[in-house]
């Protein structure tokens, strides 16, 4: 009944843009230097509160201090 009408199985796929560079920095910074917590940087910053945290642990873990 429908073989002949077809839809579409996806769109494009379209990515969003991440956080710029330079407020991930300056987030990760206001939280080692200051007692800010991550979700008041997070929401600071613009910022997801998980990405956030990724990029603390990754930044202690590589012993860049």
């Known amino acids: 009944?429908?073989?002949?009408?077809?839809?579409?199985?996806?769109?494009?796929?379209?990515?969003?843009?991440?956080?710029?560079?330079?407020?991930?920095?300056?987030?990760?910074?206001?939280?080692?230097?200051t007692n800010l917590s991550i979700r008041a940087a997070a929401k600071q910053f613009g910022i997801a509160q998980s990405a956030l945290a990724r990029h603390i642990k990754n930044f202690k873990s590589s012993g860049q201090n």
Do not use: T
């Open 1 to 33: 009944m429908y073989d002949s009408i077809s839809m579409p199985r996806s769109k494009e796929k379209k990515k969003r843009p991440g956080p710029s560079k330079v407020n991930v920095e300056r987030a990760v910074q206001e939280v080692l230097n």
